[in-house]
Every structure is written in C-alpha cells, then in structure tokens.
Antibody, heavy 125, light 103 residues
Framework: QVQLQESGPGLVKPSETLSLTCTVS????????WTWIRQPAGKGLEYIGR???????SYNPSFKSRVTMSLDTSNNQLSLKLSSVTAADTAVYYC???????????????????WGQGIVVTVSS | EIVMTQSPAILSVSPGERATLSCRTS??????LAWYQQKPGQAPRLLIY???TRATGIPARFSGSGSGTEFTLTISSLQSEDFAVYYC?????FGPGTKVEIK
C-alpha cells in the first residue's frame, strides 16, 4: 500500500523559495502521476500541479510562473519548489497520488488517492 | 474553467439520520467527479470516484450518484465518525465543501 510523507521547512521568509519533499513508500515512484495540493488554514483545497514518471509536468496556471516539480527516482521522492512566496502561500501542503481511470468522450476519470498527512508551511519574516 | 458549488455549506444532522450533500458543476463533466472526507487536522480521504464508485475500504453507507452537472453524496445513516467536511472534485478543481455537523 502506497504511503506518502511530506517534509521540509515549516517556516519560509517572504520572497524566498519554499522547498518540500514527498517520500513515497510501499510503491515505486516510477508509476502513476503525483500531485501537490495545498490548503490555507480554514479554507478549501487548491491544486498546484502534477508530475508524471517521465518528468513531464502540468501546473495550475495560478502558480505556473513560480512552481517547479521534480522526481528523484533513486530515493523514491518528489519535490515541490515555489518561488517568491508571500503570506498568501501559508498553508498545509499535501502530496498525493494522481489516479487516472477510464477515458471516454475526451474525459478521463481522475482522483487523488492516497494523500500524505500534510505539512504546515508558514511564510513570515 | 469549470466552477463547482456545494450545498448546503453546513448540514446539521442527528446520528443515525440520512445526509444528502449536493455538488454542481458549471458545465458537464460526464461522471468525472470524486468525493473526499476531511476531519480536523487530517488529510482528505477519498470516498467516491467516477461519481459512484466507492474507494477501497469505504463503508457501504456512503454512496454517490449523478452525472453531467449535478451530483449527490448520500450517507445513509450517520455515524459519529462521519461528522466532517466533505469536498467534491472534478479534474483539478475542488468544491468549497460541506460541513456535516451534529444536530
């Protein structure tokens, strides 16, 4: 059973780069898509982007100019970098497996499962 | 961009009662809709995908229905552990959530 665990600094200064790692256990990172999602305190869920085993990425346009995702297959890890952070980037950050199902009529079923437990990141000086 | 709405924002239900949660999308998404449960301090947990398929290990009291633009999550008999926030998701977009609280 795949399990995910986020790690990284819990405090980042404004204008700096947020860097997080997600370690995958119980399965190979060379399968599936992988994704990052965040949740500001008391608010809803926001999709950041996804990365495939080939290293190809797709980002939410809201983050596109600031976000970079990558894979480290030797350590079974994925990483997230978000540059030029502000207080608005303070949130719980989750990594998750991005599952794809059957495709029909231009639509492919997709869902996120499982999720890591999340890591709280605060942007503050 | 598809806009998602959930109603009601807060649902007050007594244990043992039935809960019906609604999710609407601004345009048809066929059956590409998932539901998640989130308890305080925890990550979301997948309940339903493909609008009606229960995820592994999810109790049968949870059921999903709908297609196109209107979807429903039904909890047939609420247990104490079911009080939580529920989100629907389509592609890369999540709904704002419905909080199910004890009446």
């Amino acid at each position: 059973q795949v399990q995910l665990q986020e790690s990284g600094p819990g405090l980042v200064k404004p204008s700096e780069t947020l860097s997080l790692t997600c370690t995958v256990s119980g399965g190979s990172i060379s399968s599936y898509y992988w994704t990052w999602i965040r949740q500001p305190a008391g608010k809803g869920l926001e999709y950041i982007g996804r990365i495939y085993t080939t290293g190809s990425t797709s980002y939410n346009p809201s983050f596109k100019s600031r976000v970079t995702m990558s894979l480290d297959t030797s350590n079974n890890q994925l990483s997230l970098k978000l540059s030029s952070v502000t207080a608005a980037d303070t949130a719980v950050y989750y990594c998750a497996t991005y599952r794809l199902g059957s495709c029909s009529g231009g639509y492919c079923l997709n869902w996120f499962d499982p999720w890591g437990q999340g890591i709280v990141v605060t942007v503050s000086s | 961009e598809i806009v998602m709405t959930q109603s009601p924002a807060i649902l007050s239900v007594s244990p043992g009662e039935r809960a019906t949660l609604s999710c609407r999308t601004s345009q048809s998404v066929d059956n590409n809709l998932a539901w998640y449960q989130q308890k305080p301090g925890q990550a979301p947990r997948l309940l339903i995908y493909g609008a009606s398929t229960r995820a592994t290990g999810i109790p049968a009291r949870f059921s999903g229905s709908g297609s196109g633009t209107e979807f429903t999550l039904t909890i047939s008999s609420l247990q104490s552990e079911d009080f939580a926030v529920y989100y629907c998701q389509q592609y890369q977009t999540f709904g704002p959530g419905t909080k199910v609280e004890i009446k």
